[in-house]
């Protein structure tokens, strides 16, 4: 069985692809976690629509660390991979 995980925070602006990126993931994962820094561009609205058609997406919010550095982003990720319940981890980067 298969956990997948992304961490996101205001992708609707930039153009990421993270529907489309959730959509391929869902197939092999059992559970899919979206933790989403409080974005403000409309991205936890629409993560938030995705979890409520497909139950094996399950979302949270966290606020990002106020650090600019590559630290900040791996605690906020191993904080949400810490959540996933499977051996086996999918993760798609935002």
């Not at 869902?26 to 979206?34: M, T, V």
């Not at 991979?81 to 051996?87: D, L, Q, Y």
């Amino acid at each position: 069985m298969i956990s997948g995980f992304m961490i996101v925070k205001n992708v609707l602006e930039q153009g990421y692809p993270f529907v489309e990126a959730i959509a391929s993931a869902l197939p092999i994962c059992e559970e899919f976690l979206i933790s989403d820094g409080y974005s403000t561009d409309g991205t936890f609205e629409t993560i938030e629509k995705i979890s409520k058609l497909n139950s094996k997406v399950k979302v949270f919010r966290q606020e990002w660390p106020n650090i600019k550095s590559a630290n900040a982003l791996t605690e906020v990720t191993n904080g949400l991979r810490k959540k996933c319940r499977f051996e086996y981890i999918f993760f798609c980067t935002s």
